[in-house]
């Protein structure tokens, strides 16, 4: 490597570093799993164990694995302005944000096979794309357990070509398998992605695998049996802690985002499955276009009534299904001829996400290191296609202009989201002191933040508030909070806030709420206490509540 280019290294590190070191702020916007995952960090580090301490008397946590609330209970330690300055664990997020673009190249060489200039372009795509910096700065578990899978592919693969089973690769799979799975039990998917790959996986022509199923089967059954395992201990340790354990199991066959309850879905289950995958291929097409290239809103506002503007747009749809079209022809040939492990992965998890009933690109950002490879792939395709009898040279230079207009539309993304992020882009207040580190809050956060911190204030003795995001409500006002039972059904409600002894209930157009009709239309039961905007706060009637 000349003097040159690894200067041009050190520079491009350093910027990106700057980058994300400008993106990690005090401010946080605390909606339902930051919350949760910032409360069940608080339980770990205040030596309550793993319990859901905005709830009273705090029962043992069920739903998310403990890997991602253990890390960020590691960053409570740190001094901060406030119990509500998120800043080292955001840094820790960001931190971890860069080693996955470490890990990104490395993948990309040794798994991938890709060149020194294809597998650098994949690692900083990766870092400074909109969605993953705007994760790198959030208190979620993607950005984590992308770069901790990123470290079980390459120990997998050293592990599949290692001649001996028992060996320190083995106790690294282990520890990695487990780690992926504590993080998000969606690792699934990568622990079977390294089971196909160890059974009948090719690997590039600098390496060799035992070719004998022989050989094959028992790794493939080590990294299996760890799975099930882990798998098998928090699932008894849930129906250990608690009668009524969360279990994402059901929700395949549930009706999707509109149903509340497992019991109200629909009678035909199968034609259900059937549409909503159908439905998951419409929206992660278009989330794949916007993950990768260009964003919804961007196109919406270049588009005009000048012809020349809508063919603009036209352009650049037409040009995003050509590559999204030989993206999906470089994943089937590595799938297929290859059968490499980034392809198993990238299938397992969109065979995953298809069928869940809910709808975010979070659920593919953990293989957009691998779509960033096969969009470089694709275009690398397009110039040999359209500029054959050029000099490879020139090719190669071109590939990098198009590959850098992207990254700048996804620079000028990542602030945008941040900036959104922040509440700056919507007019959003800073209802507090900016030392607080308490952040932009927009719209009904901003009233519902309102709302609580005048109930810390202002109630006391045995309250417990129903309301439909306690964990977010539970950080402002620390007053016991109760999550609403999932029913349309008002007479349920009623029956949990006799049997639960609520106090008072909260209001808001954040989730939906089977009370809003009655307190609408002046139930008896509710005094309305406080109100900003659309949230408001009610006292429940002591009659009521008999």
């Not at 034609?271 to 159908?278: C, E, G, M, V």
């Not at 470089?330 to 490499?340: K, N, P």
């Not at 869940?356 to 110039?383: D, E, G, M």
């Not at 709420?513 to 005094?527: H, M, Q, Y």
Request: proline share 5%.
């Amino acid at each position: 490597m000349t003097r040159r280019n690894l200067a041009l290294i050190v520079l491009a590190c350093l910027l990106t570093i700057s980058f994300y070191v400008w993106g990690t702020g005090p401010s946080f916007v605390p909606t339902g799993d930051q919350a949760a995952f910032a409360l069940l960090a608080e339980s770990i580090h205040e030596g309550e164990g793993y319990r859901d301490i905005a709830r009273p008397n705090p029962p043992s946590h069920t739903k998310f694995p403990p890997g991602f609330p253990f890390l960020l209970s590691l960053a409570r330690t740190v001094p901060r302005n406030s119990p509500l300055d998120f800043s080292p664990e955001k840094g820790l997020i960001a931190f971890l944000g860069l080693l996955g673009g470490i890990l990104t190249y490395s993948v990309a060489r040794r798994v991938m096979g890709a060149s020194r200039t294809a597998a650098a372009t994949t690692a900083f795509l990766t870092v400074l794309n909109a969605r993953f910096f705007f994760l790198s700065h959030s208190m979620m578990s993607e950005v984590p357990f992308l770069t901790a899978s990123l470290g079980l592919f390459l120990i997998i693969r050293v592990f599949s070509l290692h001649p001996q089973i028992f060996s320190i690769h083995l106790v690294l799979v282990i520890r990695l398998v487990g780690l992926s799975l504590s993080l998000r039990l969606a690792s699934v998917a990568a622990c079977g992605a390294c089971v196909c790959y160890i059974l009948v996986g090719r690997p590039q022509a600098s390496a060799r695998l035992s070719s004998t199923l022989l050989h094959r089967f028992p790794k493939a059954l080590l990294v299996l049996g760890v799975t099930a395992i882990l798998l098998f201990l928090w699932v008894i340790r849930n129906q250990s802690v608690s009668e009524q354990s969360f279990d994402y199991l059901p929700q395949f066959f549930s009706a999707g985002e509109k149903s509340l309850t497992i019991s109200e879905q629909e009678a035909d289950q199968g034609t259900n499955l059937i549409a909503r995958t159908w439905d998951g291929l419409s929206f992660y097409a278009k989330e794949t276009r916007n993950l990768l290239f260009l964003e919804e809103e961007l196109l919406h506002k270049i588009q005009g009534e000048a012809w020349w503007r809508k063919a603009a747009v036209l352009a650049a749809r037409c040009f995003f299904v050509l590559l999204f079209g030989l993206c999906l022809l470089v994943f089937l040939h590595r799938l297929i001829a290859r059968r490499s492990l980034d392809a198993f992965y990238v299938l397992l998890t969109m065979l995953m996400v298809l069928v869940w009933p809910w709808r975010t690109f979070r659920l593919i950002l953990p293989i957009l290191p691998f779509l960033i490879y096969y969009t470089i792939t694709a275009l690398n395709v397009i110039s040999s296609l359209l500029l054959g009898k050029v000099s490879v040279a020139v090719r190669n230079a071109l590939v990098i202009v198009v590959v850098s207009t992207i990254f700048a539309i996804n620079a000028a993304g990542s602030y945008v989201l941040v900036q959104e992020g922040n509440g700056r882009a919507y007019g959003g207040q800073n209802i507090l002191s900016p030392r607080t580190g308490l952040g932009f809050y927009r719209g009904d956060y901003l009233d519902m933040a309102k709302v609580a911190l005048e109930a810390g204030k202002s109630l006391k003795g045995e309250t417990r508030i129903l309301c439909g995001k306690p964990d977010v409500l539970y950080l402002w006002c620390r007053l016991p909070c109760v999550p609403f039972v999932p029913t349309t059904d008002a007479s349920k409600v009623l029956d949990q806030i006799k049997r639960h002894k609520i106090t008072h209930v909260l209001v808001d157009p954040l989730k939906p709420n089977p009370l809003r009709e009655s307190i609408k239309n002046g139930a008896k039961e509710f005094r309305e206490i406080i109100r900003y905007g659309r949230t408001a706060l009610y006292e429940v009637q002591p009659e009521s509540s008999e």
